[in-house]
């Protein structure tokens, strides 16, 4: 299971990097609204944090198998999909002036739920490991 951390983790590094030159480039031809781009702009930034955090889930997993460290990876994987997803799906709505902009709006603190949690996870499983030396 642990390996899928690594995959998933190097997937969204690398589609953080896609997403960051076309938010650095293509996304400008298109808008010049501020609060898109930022937004877009925030999405990657914390894809790119959470592949990272994915990874180094993968190593933690290698010294330390524990159901807690697997649902820290769960957690990181969960607020890409639903916070940057949530912020690409809003650029796409608000470019398209799309009403379904209420629709997706909502899911990004949901996601952001899940990397605060994630975050948490790992510092009890720190601790933890600690305790059990």
């Known amino acids: 299971m642990h ?6 983790g190097a997937i969204f590094g690398m589609l953080g990097v896609a997403l ?3 938010g650095a480039h293509g996304l400008q031809r ?8 930022h937004g877009f702009q925030t999405g990657v930034q914390y ?3 959470h592949a990272l955090a994915l990874i ?7 010294k330390w198998p524990r159901k807690i460290v697997k649902w820290t990876g769960i957690c990181f994987l969960t607020g890409i999909i639903l916070f940057s997803g949530s912020l690409y799906l809003l650029t796409y709505f608000k ?8 629709i997706a709006g909502p899911i990004t603190p949901l996601g952001g739920v899940f990397f605060i949690a994630g975050w948490l ?3 009890l499983s720190a601790l ?3 305790s059990q030396r």
């Open 121 to 123: 996870l790992l510092a």
């Open 20 to 22: 960051g030159a076309f």
């Open 3 to 8: 390996r899928s951390f690594l995959l998933a």
């Open 47 to 49: 894809q790119i944090y």
């Open 56 to 62: 180094a889930v993968d190593f933690l997993y290698d």
């Open 128 to 130: 933890n490991s600690r």
């Open 30 to 37: 298109v808008t010049a609204d501020e609060s898109i781009i």
């Open 95 to 102: 470019l398209q002036e799309s009403n379904l902009v209420k």
